[in-house]
Structures are given as C-alpha cells and as structure tokens.
C-alpha cells in the first residue's frame, strides 16, 4: 500500500551571504493512512519547517517529498487537493467574521458550501452566528477557527503545527479525541509539537527532533522494557518485609526519603510480586510499573545526543 506521506532524506539549508544554516538534516519518515505521527522537538528544532516542506510552502535543498502520490519535489509539480493545514498562528482577514473568512476559503476549491462550514464551525465549539470580527477573537477562538479551516474539506492528510496553542482544557481534550476520531476515519495526521504530554496521548508514532536531526523514532507498538515497579507502603514494618523480599529475589531497593517506599528494580512482574507481598503481610498503599514514558526517553535521547 502506498504511504500518503513518504519523507526522504529531507535536507533544507538557509543560505546568507555569509552563513549556511541547516535547519533540517537528511530526515526520513512516512505516514499511512489512519496514523497519528509526532514530530516533537525544542523550539527551533525545524519541525514547522518540515510541515511546511509536506503542504510545499518550502522546498528541501535536498530529498524528496511525496505527499498523496504526488512527487512535491519535481519541477512544475502540483500540490495534490486532500491536504488540511494548520499553520502556527493561523491568520484570518480581521474585518470579515469567522464564517465569512472560512465561507471566502472554501470558495477557492468549490469542494463545500455554507452547511459544511457551518456544521465545521459548531464541531469546533464556535457559534456560526457570531457576528464578532474575527480580529476580535481570542486566542483560543482563532485556533478553533484555525482547526475548522483544516478539517472542512475533510482531507486525507491532516498537518497540525503546535495545535492546541491558546486552547483552554476542554478545548485541548476535545480536540485530541477528534485527532483520534479522524485518525479511526483513515485520517493521515502530522502533529508538530514541543508540548511532550499531548503527542505521547494521541500519536500512534513520534520522532525526536533536535536541531534538524532526527535522534530517535518509536511506536506506541514498541516493546516497552520493564525496570520493576515504585511501591509505597503503610509503614517501617511493612517496608521491612519488603526489604526481606527483596533479598529473596535479587531485587534492588532505592527508599525515597521521608516515604515508605521507593524504587523496586527486579524483573519479577508486578502481579507476582504483588502476591507475594500482600501474602507476607505488607500493606501496600500504591505500586506502579517502572515503565518508560515518552518525557524519560525524550530527556534521554537529548542528554544522549549532548555526549
Ligand atoms: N525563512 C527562514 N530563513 C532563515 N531561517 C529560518 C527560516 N525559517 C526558519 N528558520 C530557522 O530554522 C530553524 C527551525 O525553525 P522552525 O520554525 O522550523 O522550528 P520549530 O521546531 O517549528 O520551532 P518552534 O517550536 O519554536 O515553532 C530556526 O533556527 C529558524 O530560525
């Protein structure tokens, strides 16, 4: 099956009189149909530079980009319809009201009419009668009006940059249950993102970018190593059972100060050690596998990469 989105060896150079700055460095990825993909990185990374290489508002120096069968890096070429954009802070004309300035967008293509931007507008939690200038709104409101002009002609390759930016709570939940609703519609979804928790909720795939270079690429289908589990408990007399356990089963025990408890790093699974504890007696008031989350393994691959 052919990829909707297939990245490779992106390379994108800013030239001065002086200087070459590689903003991107031999970057290669692709996204199928159904898949939610993070791009995280720190600012600067180059991870709005590569959304923009993907909808051809930028060329790489150097590689190719193939988006919904359509070679974005041959002369001439023609930027394939199916594509949905948020861009970082999306602009929309100040005068004209959310509805008029998404009515005058979908002109262009002529693929939707009035009730498709209307039934748009009111899934991304703006009222289509608001008569407010879309100068006025907040930043909130323009990202929902931003998200609404990325989804109304119902793409097939959604590009998000930094799209929960100035969304309050609800708007933030909201929107990562649609992400996973267009994802189960057969939606292709890139997600550009510095915010850690966001992507690891919603992406199906992440890759870690730092300056221009990709350090490491993952999936949610990965086998996650198990290290052991954290393990709070009642009291001394407990902890000390534990520490008679431990010894049995070669395990390690780091006590975090001033808690009955700490790290317990052993390959014993959780549910067997559990029973073991419990029938020796320990009361437990918490226990939680060792496992890493996408926050260990960014700080990771960055302090990596400083070696
Ligand atoms: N048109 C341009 N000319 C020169 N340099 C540019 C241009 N556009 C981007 N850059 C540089 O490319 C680098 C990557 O920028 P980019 O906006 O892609 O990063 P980002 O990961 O999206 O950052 P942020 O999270 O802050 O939005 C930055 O150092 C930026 O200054």
Request: neutral net charge; contains cysteine.
């Amino acid at each position: 099956m052919e990829h909707v989105c297939e990245l490779t060896g992106i390379c994108k150079q800013y030239r001065s009189r002086k200087t070459v700055h590689e903003v991107l460095h031999d970057v290669s990825m692709t996204l199928d149909a159904g898949e939610v993909f993070g791009f995280i990185g720190p600012n600067g990374a180059g991870k709005t530079t590569l959304l923009r290489i993907m909808c051809g508002l930028a060329h790489p120096t150097k590689g190719k980009v193939k988006v919904l069968g359509t070679d974005l890096t041959v002369r001439n070429a023609q930027l394939p319809t199916g594509i949905g954009v948020l861009v970082e802070y999306p602009s929309f004309i100040p005068e004209l009201t959310g509805r008029r300035n998404l009515q005058l967008l979908a002109s262009i293509r002529g693929v939707i009419g009035l009730p498709e931007v209307d039934a748009t507008m009111e899934l991304m939690g703006l009222d289509p009668g608001n008569k407010t200038p879309a100068g006025r709104y907040s930043l909130g409101m323009r990202q929902r009006l931003g998200l609404a002009q990325a989804i109304m002609e119902k793409p097939r390759l959604l590009l998000l940059d930094e799209p929960t930016n100035g969304l309050d709570p609800q708007g933030v939940a909201e929107l990562r249950s649609y992400i996973r609703h267009l994802a189960d519609q057969g939606v292709a979804i890139f997600l550009a993102s510095h915010l850690l928790n966001e992507v690891e909720q919603v992406c199906d795939r992440v890759a870690i970018v730092k300056q221009g270079h990709v350090l490491r690429q993952m999936s949610k289908n990965d086998p996650v190593p198990y290290r052991g589990f954290s393990l709070q408990v009642s009291d001394t007399k407990d902890w000390s059972l534990v520490q008679q356990w431990a010894a049995q089963h070669q395990a390690t025990l780091s006590q975090k100060d001033g808690v009955q408890g700490g790290m317990v790093g052993t390959a014993v699974p959780v549910p067997a050690a559990l029973r073991d504890l419990v029938q020796a007696g320990v009361s437990i008031e918490s226990i939680t596998p060792d496992r890493d989350t996408l926050e260990t393994t960014f700080l990771q691959a960055i302090q990596e990469e400083k070696k």
